[in-house]
T-cell receptor, first 111, second 114 residues
Framework: EADIYQTPRYLVIGTGKKITLECSQT?????MYWYQQDPGMELHLIHY???????EKGDLSSESTVSRIRTEHFPLTLESARPSHTSQYLC??????????FGPGTRLLVL | KNQVEQSPQSLIILEGKNCTLQ??????????LRWYKQDTGRGPVSLTI?????NTKSNGRYTATLDADTKQSSLHITASQLSDSASYIC?????????????FGRGTQLTVWP
Protein backbone atom coordinates (compact mmCIF):
# COMPACT_ATOMS: atom_id res chain seq x y z
CA GLU A 1 0.00 0.00 0.00
CA ALA A 2 1.44 3.34 -1.06
CA ASP A 3 1.75 6.17 1.48
CA ILE A 4 -0.21 8.76 -0.43
CA TYR A 5 -3.33 10.33 0.99
CA GLN A 6 -6.17 12.44 -0.32
CA THR A 7 -8.84 14.37 1.54
CA PRO A 8 -11.71 14.65 1.42
CA ARG A 9 -12.69 11.34 -0.15
CA TYR A 10 -16.11 12.69 -1.12
CA LEU A 11 -17.28 16.29 -1.47
CA VAL A 12 -20.67 17.70 -2.41
CA ILE A 13 -20.64 21.46 -2.82
CA GLY A 14 -22.66 24.26 -4.36
CA THR A 15 -21.79 26.23 -7.47
CA GLY A 16 -19.45 29.15 -6.91
CA LYS A 17 -17.77 27.79 -3.80
CA LYS A 18 -13.99 27.70 -3.43
CA ILE A 19 -12.60 24.24 -2.70
CA THR A 20 -9.18 22.75 -2.02
CA LEU A 21 -8.43 19.08 -2.52
CA GLU A 22 -5.57 17.90 -0.36
CA CYS A 23 -2.87 15.43 -1.37
CA SER A 24 0.10 14.35 0.70
CA GLN A 25 2.72 11.62 0.42
CA THR A 26 5.28 10.39 2.92
CA UNK A 27 7.63 8.69 0.44
CA UNK A 28 9.77 11.75 -0.26
CA UNK A 29 8.91 11.68 -3.96
CA UNK A 30 9.81 14.73 -6.03
CA UNK A 31 7.34 14.19 -8.87
CA MET A 32 3.63 14.56 -8.14
CA TYR A 33 0.59 14.60 -10.43
CA TRP A 34 -3.11 15.40 -10.50
CA TYR A 35 -5.43 13.47 -12.79
CA GLN A 36 -9.12 13.86 -13.58
CA GLN A 37 -11.16 10.75 -14.31
CA ASP A 38 -14.79 10.53 -15.39
CA PRO A 39 -16.66 7.20 -15.04
CA GLY A 40 -15.56 4.66 -17.64
CA MET A 41 -13.01 7.03 -19.10
CA GLU A 42 -9.22 7.24 -19.05
CA LEU A 43 -7.25 9.37 -16.63
CA HIS A 44 -6.34 12.84 -17.89
CA LEU A 45 -3.32 14.71 -16.54
CA ILE A 46 -4.28 18.20 -15.35
CA HIS A 47 -1.23 19.28 -13.28
CA TYR A 48 2.22 18.00 -12.39
CA UNK A 49 5.21 19.06 -10.34
CA UNK A 50 8.89 18.11 -10.50
CA UNK A 51 9.55 19.36 -6.98
CA UNK A 52 9.14 22.24 -4.58
CA UNK A 53 8.09 25.49 -6.31
CA UNK A 54 7.67 23.64 -9.63
CA UNK A 55 4.20 23.29 -11.14
CA GLU A 56 3.04 22.78 -14.72
CA LYS A 57 -0.28 22.35 -16.48
CA GLY A 58 -1.05 18.97 -17.98
CA ASP A 59 -2.82 17.92 -21.14
CA LEU A 60 -6.39 18.56 -20.08
CA SER A 61 -7.30 22.18 -19.70
CA SER A 62 -8.42 22.80 -16.15
CA GLU A 63 -9.59 25.86 -14.27
CA SER A 64 -7.94 24.51 -11.15
CA THR A 65 -4.60 25.65 -9.74
CA VAL A 66 -1.97 23.83 -7.70
CA SER A 67 0.90 24.72 -5.40
CA ARG A 68 4.00 22.87 -4.18
CA ILE A 69 5.45 24.60 -1.15
CA ARG A 70 6.56 21.37 0.52
CA THR A 71 7.75 18.13 -1.03
CA GLU A 72 5.07 16.05 0.62
CA HIS A 73 2.11 18.32 -0.10
CA PHE A 74 0.42 19.08 -3.47
CA PRO A 75 -3.02 20.69 -3.01
CA LEU A 76 -5.41 21.48 -5.87
CA THR A 77 -7.74 24.49 -5.67
CA LEU A 78 -10.87 25.46 -7.56
CA GLU A 79 -11.66 29.14 -6.98
CA SER A 80 -15.29 28.85 -8.12
CA ALA A 81 -16.72 25.37 -8.50
CA ARG A 82 -19.14 24.61 -11.35
CA PRO A 83 -21.19 21.49 -12.20
CA SER A 84 -18.75 20.79 -15.07
CA HIS A 85 -16.07 20.19 -12.42
CA THR A 86 -17.94 17.14 -11.15
CA SER A 87 -15.50 14.26 -11.50
CA GLN A 88 -13.02 12.07 -9.65
CA TYR A 89 -9.64 13.65 -8.92
CA LEU A 90 -6.63 11.37 -8.41
CA CYS A 91 -3.29 12.44 -7.00
CA UNK A 92 -0.12 10.44 -7.70
CA UNK A 93 3.57 10.58 -6.92
CA UNK A 94 6.65 8.98 -8.45
CA UNK A 95 10.09 8.33 -7.03
CA UNK A 96 13.32 7.25 -8.71
CA UNK A 97 11.68 4.19 -10.23
CA UNK A 98 9.05 4.35 -12.95
CA UNK A 99 5.92 3.44 -11.02
CA UNK A 100 3.39 6.10 -10.12
CA UNK A 101 1.62 5.56 -6.82
CA PHE A 102 -1.96 6.78 -6.69
CA GLY A 103 -4.00 8.10 -3.82
CA PRO A 104 -7.56 6.87 -3.19
CA GLY A 105 -9.10 9.80 -5.05
CA THR A 106 -11.59 12.53 -4.26
CA ARG A 107 -15.08 12.28 -5.75
CA LEU A 108 -16.40 15.79 -6.31
CA LEU A 109 -20.03 16.63 -7.00
CA VAL A 110 -20.90 20.25 -7.72
CA LEU A 111 -24.58 21.07 -7.56
CA LYS B 1 -0.92 10.15 -32.25
CA ASN B 2 0.01 8.21 -29.11
CA GLN B 3 -2.90 6.06 -28.02
CA VAL B 4 -3.73 3.08 -25.83
CA GLU B 5 -6.73 0.94 -26.75
CA GLN B 6 -8.12 -1.79 -24.51
CA SER B 7 -10.55 -4.60 -25.16
CA PRO B 8 -13.02 -5.76 -24.21
CA GLN B 9 -14.61 -2.70 -22.63
CA SER B 10 -16.31 -4.94 -20.06
CA LEU B 11 -16.23 -8.61 -19.18
CA ILE B 12 -18.27 -10.87 -16.91
CA ILE B 13 -16.89 -14.24 -15.85
CA LEU B 14 -17.70 -16.86 -13.24
CA GLU B 15 -15.55 -17.32 -10.20
CA GLY B 16 -12.71 -19.76 -10.80
CA LYS B 17 -12.55 -19.15 -14.55
CA ASN B 18 -9.61 -17.63 -16.43
CA CYS B 19 -9.72 -14.54 -18.61
CA THR B 20 -7.47 -12.45 -20.83
CA LEU B 21 -7.56 -8.70 -21.32
CA GLN B 22 -6.01 -7.00 -24.33
CA UNK B 23 -4.10 -3.76 -24.82
CA UNK B 24 -2.88 -2.26 -28.12
CA UNK B 25 -0.76 0.87 -28.17
CA UNK B 26 0.82 3.28 -30.61
CA UNK B 27 3.04 5.11 -28.12
CA UNK B 28 6.50 5.88 -29.46
CA UNK B 29 9.25 5.92 -28.39
CA UNK B 30 8.24 3.17 -26.01
CA UNK B 31 9.62 3.01 -22.49
CA UNK B 32 7.49 0.59 -20.51
CA LEU B 33 3.99 -0.78 -20.08
CA ARG B 34 2.12 -1.24 -16.85
CA TRP B 35 -1.12 -2.90 -15.88
CA TYR B 36 -3.01 -1.28 -13.02
CA LYS B 37 -6.00 -2.56 -11.07
CA GLN B 38 -8.52 0.05 -9.97
CA ASP B 39 -11.23 -0.91 -7.50
CA THR B 40 -14.40 1.15 -7.55
CA GLY B 41 -13.88 4.44 -5.79
CA ARG B 42 -10.14 3.87 -5.30
CA GLY B 43 -6.94 4.90 -7.01
CA PRO B 44 -5.15 2.53 -9.43
CA VAL B 45 -2.66 0.05 -7.99
CA SER B 46 0.24 -1.26 -10.07
CA LEU B 47 0.16 -5.00 -10.94
CA THR B 48 3.06 -5.38 -13.37
CA ILE B 49 5.57 -3.28 -15.27
CA UNK B 50 7.40 -4.45 -18.40
CA UNK B 51 10.17 -2.88 -20.42
CA UNK B 52 10.97 -3.37 -24.10
CA UNK B 53 13.05 -6.50 -23.53
CA UNK B 54 10.55 -8.34 -21.34
CA ASN B 55 7.97 -10.71 -22.84
CA THR B 56 6.24 -12.05 -19.76
CA LYS B 57 5.90 -11.03 -16.15
CA SER B 58 3.83 -12.63 -13.42
CA ASN B 59 2.41 -11.36 -10.16
CA GLY B 60 0.57 -14.17 -8.42
CA ARG B 61 -2.47 -15.08 -10.51
CA TYR B 62 -1.79 -12.20 -12.92
CA THR B 63 0.44 -12.76 -15.94
CA ALA B 64 1.20 -9.99 -18.39
CA THR B 65 2.72 -10.45 -21.83
CA LEU B 66 4.26 -7.90 -24.14
CA ASP B 67 4.96 -8.07 -27.87
CA ALA B 68 6.89 -4.89 -28.62
CA ASP B 69 6.96 -5.66 -32.35
CA THR B 70 3.17 -5.71 -32.73
CA LYS B 71 2.70 -3.25 -29.84
CA GLN B 72 0.32 -5.52 -28.01
CA SER B 73 0.03 -6.61 -24.41
CA SER B 74 -2.29 -8.94 -22.58
CA LEU B 75 -3.16 -9.54 -18.94
CA HIS B 76 -4.17 -13.09 -18.07
CA ILE B 77 -5.99 -13.74 -14.81
CA THR B 78 -6.00 -17.32 -13.57
CA ALA B 79 -8.61 -18.88 -11.31
CA SER B 80 -10.54 -15.64 -10.87
CA GLN B 81 -11.81 -14.57 -7.48
CA LEU B 82 -14.63 -12.22 -6.50
CA SER B 83 -12.02 -9.70 -5.38
CA ASP B 84 -10.71 -9.52 -8.95
CA SER B 85 -13.79 -7.47 -9.87
CA ALA B 86 -12.32 -4.11 -10.83
CA SER B 87 -11.22 -1.99 -13.77
CA TYR B 88 -7.90 -3.03 -15.30
CA ILE B 89 -6.01 -0.21 -16.92
CA CYS B 90 -3.16 -0.48 -19.41
CA UNK B 91 -0.66 2.39 -19.13
CA UNK B 92 2.20 3.02 -21.54
CA UNK B 93 5.11 5.33 -20.84
CA UNK B 94 7.20 7.06 -23.48
CA UNK B 95 10.88 7.87 -23.10
CA UNK B 96 10.76 11.09 -25.08
CA UNK B 97 10.46 13.39 -22.13
CA UNK B 98 11.84 13.79 -18.62
CA UNK B 99 8.26 13.79 -17.37
CA UNK B 100 7.98 10.12 -18.27
CA UNK B 101 4.70 10.80 -19.95
CA UNK B 102 1.98 8.20 -19.31
CA UNK B 103 -0.76 7.24 -21.75
CA PHE B 104 -3.80 5.60 -20.20
CA GLY B 105 -6.30 3.21 -21.70
CA ARG B 106 -9.95 3.46 -20.70
CA GLY B 107 -9.75 0.17 -18.87
CA THR B 108 -11.58 -3.15 -18.98
CA GLN B 109 -14.30 -3.45 -16.36
CA LEU B 110 -14.13 -7.02 -15.06
CA THR B 111 -16.97 -8.48 -13.01
CA VAL B 112 -16.54 -11.87 -11.36
CA TRP B 113 -19.76 -13.62 -10.38
CA PRO B 114 -20.03 -16.39 -7.78
Amino acid sequence: EADIYQTPRYLVIGTGKKITLECSQTMGHDKMYWYQQDPGMELHLIHYSYGVNSTEKGDLSSESTVSRIRTEHFPLTLESARPSHTSQYLCASRGAEETQYFGPGTRLLVL
Amino acid sequence: KNQVEQSPQSLIILEGKNCTLQCNYTVSPFSNLRWYKQDTGRGPVSLTIMTFSENTKSNGRYTATLDADTKQSSLHITASQLSDSASYICVVSDRGSTLGRLYFGRGTQLTVWP
